[in-house]
């Protein structure tokens, strides 16, 4: 399906690929984002689109000369790793549930960091930067190398998956845990400051942003493609873990090489071309998808996943959905279902089933298959996936 233009007058059009209207908040919050002056042709909704803060999440928005550090968000470089192996479907029977019990012990979950940091994470060398960062993270540096290989929690996790010809995939999703997020609030604060003391009288406080060549820009700049950075090895760490302890059960332990490694962000911004001129361009639940480029959908826990290439679609600023997109609040989800549901939706799915992932059941989120009908004209479809262990934050 193509991009419908929302019936809305702001001066930059929004351009939907979502398959339901938008709510009244949805609206709003759209209308918000393609009011800003320094907004770049349009603003695109992706068929995830779902409220969050300041933006919707499922948005890409170009801008000229400024950056909105709310839109980027606090879960800063949040993204997806996968590597398609060797090994084939067979080879995992009656294993997974001690592959999942060796995840669960050698990769840290929810506030959990790890005893131990390994060479890999020592010996990265984006620690020379860290004194450059914002001074408010200053003393978090211990923090961040023990969190470097550390899942973290809501709907982060880490599968083991099988494509439609029975070849096993690894696939995990995590950001730049609690330093990413440290970082963005100790920003997003400078810019609400900032807003306030030029009396700028802005739709949404969480829309307060920086101006291109001023020093408050730099610093966000300069700190968020440090925790971007981050984000990306912290996935590294984690998947040459998971690997290794697939491999300890399958092969003894000898190591394989993938046959194809995707590593992508869906949570952060970069300076790109789009339409001939120099943008930033913010995805805030959005993967790039320029043609050639490989990028992961994940659907829910009982849901299938997809691996996709992109078509470069210029009216998407060469982006597509990051996933299923929630149906659900989370405290909705706990609402609407009861542990049963949970047990009955993921069937065939080796994972924890107790009432502290509920919020994460299958059916609290948008079914993946529309999503991706939604996007035919953003992404083909390389692989598509279904997990049989899940390991969640």
Not at 218 to 228: N, S, T, V
Not at 241 to 265: S, Y
Not at 292 to 301: K, L, N, R, V
Not at 317 to 330: D, E, M, T, V
């Amino acid at each position: 399906m193509p991009y419908e233009k929302l019936e809305i007058t702001t001066p930059a059009p929004v351009l939907s690929w979502a398959n339901h209207p938008l709510g009244p908040e949805e609206t709003k919050m759209a209308k918000n984002v393609a009011s800003l002056p320094f907004v770049f042709k349009h603003v695109a909704l992706m068929p995830d689109v779902h409220l969050g803060k300041g933006a919707l999440v499922g948005s890409v928005i170009a801008t000229k000369e400024a950056i909105i550090p709310a839109a980027v968000g606090v879960d800063v470089g949040c993204g997806m790793s996968a590597i398609k192996t060797p090994f084939t479907g067979e080879q995992l029977e009656g294993k997974l549930k001690k592959i999942r019990l060796d995840i669960e012990a050698a990769i840290p979950t929810g506030f959990n960091e790890n005893k131990d940091v390994e060479k890999s994470v020592t010996n990265w060398q984006r620690w020379n930067d860290f004194k450059d960062l914002h001074r408010g993270v200053q003393d978090l540096q211990g923090k961040a190398m023990k969190q470097m290989g550390s899942l973290g929690g809501g709907n982060h996790f880490i599968e083991v998956c099988l494509d439609t010809e029975n070849q096993v995939w690894l696939m995990l999703h995590s950001g730049s845990r609690n330093i990413g997020n440290n970082l963005a609030q100790c920003h997003i604060n400078t810019a609400k400051e900032l807003a306030k003391m030029a009396g700028n009288k802005l739709a949404d406080p969480d829309l307060a942003y920086f101006v291109a060549g001023t020093p408050q820009f730099h610093a966000y700049w300069r700190d968020l493609q440090w925790a971007q950075e981050y984000a990306r090895v912290n996935r590294d760490v984690m998947m040459a873990r998971f690997k290794h302890i697939v491999e300890k059960h399958l092969v003894g332990g000898k190591a394989n090489k993938p046959l194809l490694q995707v590593n992508c962000h869906h949570n952060y911004a970069e300076k790109e071309v789009h339409f001939d001129e120099d943008v930033y361009v913010t995805r805030k639940g959005a993967v790039r998808a320029q043609t050639e480029d490989y990028g992961i959908i994940p659907g829910s826990m009982g849901a299938k996943s997809f691996i996709v290439k992109g078509k470069g679609n210029a009216h998407s600023f060469c982006s597509c959905s990051h996933g299923a997109g929630r149906l659900l609040s989370r405290n909705k989800a706990k609402n609407v279902y009861t542990l049963d549901d949970l047990i009955e939706q993921t069937q065939g799915v080796e994972c924890r089933k107790d009432t502290g992932v509920l919020d994460e059941i299958p059916g609290a989120y948008k079914p993946i298959e529309q999503v991706m009908a939604n996007q035919a004209d953003l992404v083909e479809v390389v692989a598509t996936l279904k997990q049989v262990m899940c390991v969640k934050g």
